[in-house]
């Protein structure tokens, strides 16, 4: 995901010629392709679970994808609207998690991996079956969809009738045409679903062909040059007014400090998920600073490409109280601040990595309101 939110995210429209795509969309009125997947509820999900419904909406989905993020609801209400009418609906994460670039997960906490789903279920209350095909892609190659969401909607012989878009537009305040209820509403009235194929709008899918392009965007983070330079009182004074005037992360560490290195890996990650979306990271090694080269020695085992600071000297209460009085004792200790210096984040002690990337996510310029405030609440 490149571009604006950012909508930096690739929009599909699924309107492409069945003759140039890789991987072509089910046509309309073929059989359900079987599957039987394993879900976030800890269960395997096959097709003949749901032989009784009348109606099956499959929707293939997924958790980085910030458009993916603004249907979670829209299908949560999906589903219950018209559970008690006999339709079943399923979601399914078509992409492999070994094909994305760290730098696409820049609107998400987390990446598609099946734990990883499990957090989202979790932590926005999804109810509906969520099922995982990122290993095989199996269910996904049979069913084709090109961007998530892309959902499928199938009669009571499962022979499809609509597939494409939920509805016109991501910004809730903006729909106008409600397809995907449109044509289960139809079905329902045992009639013709009056459009069968819409573009399907949101993130491509991410098919196991593309892990080139994550080893090879992984390879270029570790040719970076990795430096580490000594920080005095006055240095520190002036990075806590966060002079770079774009979201800071500052992160005080020790190579002693087992918590430290625990989650080092965890906040360099958390800086590759969002740096292009205006985020920097300060790490400031709390070590002496006749220990620079044992500093510099692990800063580049671990490929950190962040800017790496160093305690200029052996006062070390001193140069903790010139980046905050109030800080007089152990490290870990994380600070996040907006572009004028607020603080939007503190933790002494280990971070909790997805409370940060949220707040992250939370306050980050987006050029939709409804991308920051997905975070903000569960």
């Known amino acids: 995901m490149r571009g604006m939110l950012r909508v930096a995210f690739l929009f599909i429209v699924a309107a492409v010629s069945l003759a140039a795509e890789t991987h072509p ?52 209400r999906l589903s219950a609207d018209y559970k008690d009418r006999g339709v079943a609906l399923v979601a399914i994460q078509p992409n492999d998690p070994k094909a994305l670039r760290i730098d696409e997960l820049d609107s998400s906490d987390t990446s598609d991996t099946l734990d990883e789903m499990k ?68 079905l329902l009235a045992h009639k013709e ?27 270029k983070i570790e040719e970076q040059p990795v430096t580490v330079e000594l920080v005095s009182k006055a240095d520190l004074a002036k990075l806590r007014t966060n002079p770079s005037h774009q979201m800071m992360l500052v ?58 600071l160093l305690f200029s000297s052996t006062d070390t209460v001193a140069l903790q109280q010139a980046f905050d009085p109030a800080w007089d004792s152990a490290v870990p200790y994380t600070i996040l601040l907006s572009a004028d210096g607020k603080v939007l984040y503190k933790q002494l002690g280990s971070v909790d990595i997805l409370e940060l990337r949220r707040t992250i996510l939370a306050n980050v310029a987006a050029e939709y309101a409804g991308f920051n405030e997905y975070w903000k609440g569960n």
């Open 119 to 186: 957090i989202r279920a979790s932590y926005k209350h999804l109810t509906y079956p969520y099922l995982y095909d990122g290993d095989t892609q199996q269910v996904a190659r049979a069913y084709g969809p090109q961007a998530t969401p892309h959902v499928f909607i199938f009669d009571e012989q499962r022979h499809l009738r609509y597939e494409g878009r939920i509805d016109d537009s991501y910004r809730t305040e903006l729909v106008k045409t409600q397809d995907a209820r449109n044509a289960i509403d139809a």
């Open 193 to 219: 679903v009056p459009v069968t194929h819409t573009g399907a709008m949101g993130c491509s899918t991410k098919w196991s062909e593309k892990s080139a392009d994550r080893l090879a965007t992984l390879h």
């Open 251 to 308: 992160d005080f560490w020790a190579t002693w400090c087992g918590s430290c290195i625990a989650e080092f890996a965890d906040i360099q990650d958390t800086f590759r998920m969002y740096s292009d979306r205006d985020l920097s990271l300060v790490t400031v090694s709390v070590n002496m600073p006749d220990e620079q080269a044992s500093v510099l020695r692990f800063l580049q085992k671990k490929h950190a490409t962040s800017r790496n």
């Open 25 to 76: 969309i089910l046509p309309i009125g073929s059989p359900a392709p079987d599957f039987a997947l394993p879900g976030t509820d800890g269960n395997m999900h096959r097709l003949s679970d749901y032989a009784a419904n009348p109606i099956l909406v499959v929707v293939f989905t997924c958790n980085h994808c910030p458009i993916a993020q603004m249907y979670e609801q829209r299908i949560e």
